[in-house]
């Protein structure tokens, strides 16, 4: 003798001991069946397939449970679909068990093709005072299927849930563990999100998109749509990238899932090889009468990909901001940004501070300079900046800075420490040897363990030197770079 259970949310389809009894009608077909797409967020055994064939637009499939469905505490339903495109509609249905007409149902539509994604379906407003038995499936309503693979859909985990998941919207930094970044692939292009295979420079998280150009057409790549339309109040967006060589083309484009022909897009370069830049996208020319919630990224535009790791990009941090100026402390400092704050932390007897240059000339006709005056204190006094994310060594391990001296012979000790721990750091320590004129130095950091990071930079003039405040302790500084 054989126990068969009753039907009951949720339904995964896994068990045994439960008849997962459809009844199809007018052209849906449901059943059970083996899982043939695991992968993503679907690894289960077995999922539910609804093939729809020639009958009527409304074909579907419906399920009776073995009671009423609770919706005191939770009126949020998820289904995990697979559907061939995106853009076909689905709908849940709730309906008594004695009179259908006692009903309640929620429409949605796919956002990806040929991948599991996670359907939301908002019940909140549906009248609890009845009781539903039965949960009806119909895909594509309105349209008669036709039996082929563009009509069969997958489903599986119908279930309640008291509040919605978190939502995809900007910025995608991708470092979620609840939410699932589904990227629609298209032409050659393959977008996943996968742990940062560069950490360091301006990008240490952890996961990060990457972009892999395959053989295809030149324009293939990859989109991802957001829970909602984009709130242009802001018209810059960035976005962070690793490319295997400069001159590379990025381009960023919006489009309203429900019509392509909506968009708005635009291309820029790279400009660093082998580490992570912030590249901005002027969108200040967007039509904002129209809505757009979803992101396509193409690199090489044009050109046909190969699969190497010449064509792999990554990508990290898109979000838009209200100016195309960076609010990142990061190498060169020139000190020229109206938009920034250079926050010089002083230490015993050190004061750093921008100025309007007063010694414009030479190598250095810039607007605004460091300046930094050694007052009586320690003989290590001097100052310290912090970055915004660690320095990118992979850029170079070479700096330079323009420094104006009252002397030659005067001592300047260009220093890095770690951003938590000062025992962490590197130094190199040069002379002048020009006096009241700009002169540039080369500070050699070679030597410097990469494995660390390092996210200060400190500078001390004349270390053993207890200063005076005077003019002939008094020194300017520019543009420190990497090279």
Excluded: C
Aim: cysteine-free; glycine content about 10%.
């Amino acid at each position: 003798m054989s126990i068969v259970d009753p039907v009951l949310l949720p339904l995964t389809f896994e068990s045994s001991t439960i008849n997962y009894a459809f009844n199809n009608f007018d052209g849906g077909d449901a059943s059970v069946i083996a899982n043939p797409q695991i992968g993503g967020i679907n690894t289960s055994a077995k999922v539910g397939r609804m093939i729809k064939n020639p009958g009527q637009v409304w074909g579907g499939s419906w399920i009776g449970l073995g009671s009423a469905i609770d919706f005191s505490t939770n009126k949020y339903f998820l289904m995990k679909v697979f559907s061939p495109r995106v853009g076909a509609k689905v709908l849940l249905k709730v309906e008594n068990a004695s009179n259908g007409a006692i009903a309640y149902e929620k429409e949605v539509t796919t956002t990806v093709a040929n991948a599991w994604e996670d359907l939301l379906f908002d019940y909140t407003a549906i009248n609890t005072a009845n009781e539903y038995h039965h949960i009806v499936l119909i895909f594509e309503l309105g349209t008669a299927g036709d039996g082929t693979a563009n009509f069969t859909f997958l489903f599986d985990d119908i279930r309640l849930v008291a509040t919605p998941p978190p939502a995809i919207s900007l910025p995608l930094d991708f470092e979620s563990t609840s939410l699932t970044y589904n990227f629609t692939n298209f032409d050659g292009g393959d977008a996943s999100v996968i742990a940062n295979p560069q950490s360091g420079g301006i990008n240490t998280s952890a996961k990060v998109g990457r972009m892999i150009k395959n053989n295809g057409q030149p324009w293939g790549g990859s989109f991802i749509t957001l829970n909602g339309p984009i709130d242009f109040t802001n018209k810059y967006f960035r976005m962070k990238v690793y490319s295997p060589r400069v001159g590379a083309k990025v381009l960023l484009k919006v489009e309203n899932s429900a019509n392509a022909a909506q968009n708005y897009e635009k291309e820029v370069t790279t400009t660093v090889a082998n580490g992570w830049e912030d590249l901005v996208f002027d969108y200040t020319a967007i039509n904002t009468t129209q809505t757009y919630d979803r992101i396509v990224l193409i690199f090489e535009l044009g050109t046909v990909g190969d699969g190497t790791a010449n064509f792999t990009f990554y990508f990290d941090d898109i979000r838009l901001v209200a100016t195309a100026a960076s609010t990142d402390i990061a190498l060169p400092l020139d000190f020229e940004s109206s938009t920034l704050t250079y926050s010089f932390t002083n230490f015993d007897g050190g004061d750093a501070s921008v100025i309007a240059n007063p010694n414009p000339g030479g190598i250095n006709t810039s607007g605004k300079v460091g300046r930094m005056i050694k007052n009586a204190g320690q003989p290590w006094g001097g100052s310290w900046i912090g970055l915004t994310n660690p320095i990118n060594f992979g850029a170079g391990t070479t700096f330079k800075m323009k420094v104006y001296s009252p002397r030659v012979g005067a001592k300047v000790l260009l220093k890095v420490e770690n951003q938590n721990d000062g025992g962490i750091s590197f130094e190199k320590e040069l002379t002048t040897t020009v006096a009241n004129a700009w002169e540039e130095l080369t500070f050699d950091y070679s030597g410097i363990n990469l494995a660390n990071t390092y996210q200060k930079i400190v500078l001390i003039f004349d270390l053993g030197t207890v200063g005076d405040g005077s003019s002939n302790f008094t020194f300017y500084f520019d543009d420190i770079k990497l090279n």
